[in-house]
């Protein structure tokens, strides 16, 4: 059973920084794809970032690139997504996800493992 527990959410202001950190059990194998999701209130959970499980390639969405940053540690099972310059329309969510299973794509579907989610706020 793959399990993930996020951190690090909490209030900032605009262009402030925070980050995300995700941890995977100890089960979750490094081979294993990890990406970000976030869900604001009254819309639909939408893709952020992702991390192939070789670590050296990246897929962001359009609306984070040049601001958010994934990265992993396999030795740490952990995730992280450094999130810089953030705006308010960045509230939300967060949410850690991982597939043993590479799709080509990155809608929710995608991934089977979730985390339980971590609050970001930023005010203006």
């Known amino acids: 059973q793959v399990q993930l527990v996020e951190s690090g959410g909490g209030l900032v202001q605009t262009g402030g920084s925070l980050r995300l950190s995700c941890a995977a059990s100890?089960?979750?194998?490094?081979?294993?794809?990890m990406a970000w999701f976030r869900q604001a209130p009254g819309k639909e959970r939408e893709f952020v970032a992702a991390?192939?499980?070789?670590?050296?390639?990246?897929y962001y969405a359009d609306s984070v690139k040049g601001r958010f940053t994934i990265s992993r540690d396999n030795a740490k099972n952990t995730v992280y997504l450094q999130m810089n310059s953030l705006r308010p329309e960045d509230t939300a969510v967060y949410y850690c996800?991982?597939?043993?299973?590479?799709?080509?794509?990155?809608?929710?579907?995608?991934?089977?493992?979730w985390g339980q989610g971590t609050q970001v706020t930023v005010s203006s």
């Open positions: 996800a991982a597939r043993n299973a590479y799709s080509g794509t990155y809608y929710s579907h995608d991934f089977p493992y």
């Open positions: 100890a089960r979750t194998p490094s081979t294993y794809d």
């Open positions: 991390i192939r499980n070789s670590g050296r390639t990246y």
